[in-house]
């Protein structure tokens, strides 16, 4: 994914340009946000924000509003709409959000919102879905920095209860661990070893009545590497990706920085994506992949350059469908 980042040193307003490329050849896509930090004079943050390329364009407009009724106490709503043209499901998706975040101290921070979305999207026919939810989360944090942390950890969970037109008009549970570890073994960032883990679920209906866009898929830039956006999980017939009910992720990255503005890193990661409730860690649905890394360290973080390759190239219809390696371009560590 390459990035390029534009901020303004303004109070009220600022300006982030992001260009990204997360498959050789086939994905380029960029985020544009104008902010303004004070709308209201009271510290509001209100943006308009645009993101995606090829096969995905979002654009949303928000506001979060800090210390509503009680100190701490952050008022959060948004509105987007999304075009898709991905592999695995192409139309608009529609959705509103509107929460209440609490940071409870330095580390910990929690959530409770109500969300609304519709969707018309396609892959083999045109399936037009609506649901409203609860979504709620749970943030502990205790890296040292957002950008290139190199000690401490981070977890975060979110659940979220959806009902809409599910088949029997049963709830959808979407529910998901994400956790990142960072050990220092030399003074500073000298070298270090960051892991990272993530498991994830949705319960409660059908696996072929779970909307398209709220499926696991994997792959690409914050997943497993090795593989296409997502192209992790199982691919159809027609060389589309099928997505899964469950996830489970996890990878390990040695960080090395050699000198005070160059580092170099190695990293192995590995996945599964099954439209089962538990993936089968021994079977297909296991896929690994491994890579290489630069970096070049500026004031606002790593510019960092990974190289990535699968240790398996599934083959559909007698025609390669995972590409040999990915190539990635980024502000900032990978996790």
């Known amino acids: 994914m390459l990035i390029l980042l534009l901020t303004s040193r303004k109070r009220h307003r600022g300006?982030?340009?992001?260009?990204?490329?997360?498959?050789?050849?086939?994905?380029?896509?960029?985020?544009?946000?104008?902010?303004?930090?004070?709308?209201?004079?009271?510290?509001?943050?209100?943006?308009?924000?645009?993101?995606?390329?090829?096969?995905?364009?979002?654009?949303?407009?928000?506001?979060?509003?800090?210390?509503?009724?009680?100190?701490?106490?952050?008022?959060?709503?948004?509105?987007?709409?999304?075009k898709a043209e991905t592999k695995a499901y192409e139309g608009h998706i529609y959705n509103y959000y509107l929460g209440l975040d609490?940071?409870?101290?330095?580390?910990?921070?929690?959530?409770?919102?109500?969300?609304?979305?519709?969707?018309?999207?396609?892959?083999?026919?045109?399936?037009?879905?609506?649901?409203?939810?609860?979504?709620?989360?749970?943030?502990?944090d205790t890296s040292n920095d957002r950008i290139n942390p190199y000690k401490g950890w981070r977890a975060r969970i979110d659940i979220a209860p959806y009902m809409g037109d599910f088949v029997h008009h049963r709830p959808m549970i979407k529910a998901s661990l994400f956790s990142t570890q960072y050990w220092r073994l030399i003074k500073k960032d000298k070298f270090i070893i960051a892991t990272w883990e993530r498991v994830g679920q949705v319960g409660g209906i059908p696996f072929s009545d779970i909307p398209l866009n709220r499926r696991w898929y994997g792959g690409g830039s914050g997943s497993v590497r090795g593989y296409g956006y997502q192209k992790l999980s199982k691919p159809d017939v027609f060389r589309n990706p099928l997505g899964g009910k469950s996830i489970i992720e996890g990878g390990i990255e040695p960080r090395w920085r050699v000198t005070e503005k160059i580092g170099v890193s190695v990293f192995f990661e590995a996945g599964a994506v099954s439209e089962r409730q538990v993936p089968g860690l021994k079977s297909k649905e296991l896929m690994c992949g491994f890579g290489i890394g630069g970096k070049y360290y500026t004031d606002i973080g790593p510019i960092r350059v990974d190289l990535a390759f699968p240790t398996k190239r599934r083959k559909v219809a007698g025609k390669s469908y995972d590409s040999p390696f990915q190539f990635y371009i980024s502000l900032g560590q990978a996790f």
């Open 15 to 82: 300006v982030l340009q992001q260009v990204s490329a997360m498959e050789p050849r086939k994905v380029v896509g960029g985020k544009l946000l104008w902010q303004h930090k004070n709308a209201f004079g009271n510290g509001e943050d209100f943006y308009i924000r645009g993101e995606g390329g090829q096969r995905q364009f979002k654009g949303s407009i928000g506001l979060r509003v800090p210390d509503v009724v009680w100190q701490d106490f952050t008022l959060s709503t948004i509105a987007s709409i999304t």
């Open 102 to 140: 609490h940071k409870i101290d330095d580390k910990s921070t929690y959530g409770i919102g109500i969300e609304a979305e519709l969707s018309d999207l396609k892959k083999t026919h045109r399936v037009n879905r609506y649901f409203g939810g609860l979504p709620v989360y749970y943030l502990y």
